[in-house]
């Protein structure tokens, strides 16, 4: 495991277009599905990192209690499933139920979505506004998993409320660590390492 953080890709940045399988359902989930909704949210995610594990579950209660109030939510794994089979897709289904993400959660097998956002490692949280243009990409919170800081969201909240009070982006941004996205070998974008 590399500890790695965001990119921090420009703010004002139009949400990238996907197309994407998402193995729970066996259904296909595109950009457009989510029109209408008052914010984004697209995090990149793995089933084996502890820096998701941490916040997992907190995750899954924050996401539900956002898409009530209209906001979409989309989890996308990107990882190198023959070099970590942990993050394949069979294995995705069982993290949806273990977890009760009740957003899509879908696999980037070609790791090009992951790299059009220019995610770096899980979680990576990207928050568009209605516009679809990036408000926030930062941090969960300030929680790691080797400190003794209770998990609670508040940076992605924060970020959160902004969107949907129609506020300006929250000012500091800090940005998200945690593992590096599984590239394949040959493969990795020009940010990463």
Same mark, same amino acid.
């Given at each position: ?28 989930? +595109? ?6 909704? =008052? !914010?984004?949210? #697209? $995090? ?12 997992? %579950? ?5 996401? *539900?209690?956002?898409?009530? /109030? !209209?906001?979409? #939510?989309?989890?996308?794994? *990107?990882?190198?499933? *023959? ?10 289904? %069982?993290? #949806?139920?273990? =977890? ?6 879908? @696999?980037?097998?070609?790791? &090009? ?10 979680? %990576? @949280? ?6 679809? /243009?990036? $408000?926030? /990409? ?7 998993? +080797? ?9 992605? =909240? ?6 949907? !009070? ?7 941004? #800090?940005? +998200?660590? !945690? ?7 040959? &493969? ?6």
């Amino acid at each position: 495991m590399a500890l790695v953080a965001s990119t921090m890709l420009a703010l004002g940045t139009e949400a990238p277009e996907f197309s994407l399988p998402e193995p729970a359902t066996g259904e296909t989930a +595109s950009l457009s599905r989510f029109e209408g909704a =008052r !914010g984004l949210l #697209v $995090v990149f995610l793995s089933n084996h990192c502890p820096f998701v594990k941490h916040l997992a %579950d907190h995750f899954a209660g924050l996401a *539900a209690e956002y898409q009530a /109030r !209209g906001v979409a #939510v989309v989890g996308i794994n *990107a990882n190198d499933v *023959a070099n970590y089979p942990e993050d394949s897709p069979e294995k995705m289904v %069982d993290e #949806v139920a273990r =977890r009760g993400y009740t957003f899509p959660y879908l @696999f980037d097998e070609s790791q &090009e979505v992951a790299k059009a956002y220019r995610a770096a490692c899980t979680p %990576d @949280f990207f928050l568009f506004d209605a516009g679809r /243009r990036l $408000v926030y /990409r930062g941090q969960y919170d300030g929680s790691r998993p +080797s400190l003794d800081v209770s998990v609670t969201g508040e940076d992605l =909240r924060a970020a959160l409320e902004a969107v949907l !009070g129609g506020a300006a982006p929250v000012e500091e941004q #800090v940005p +998200s660590v !945690g593992c590096n996205i599984k590239w394949r070998a040959g &493969e990795e974008p020009g940010w990463f390492g």
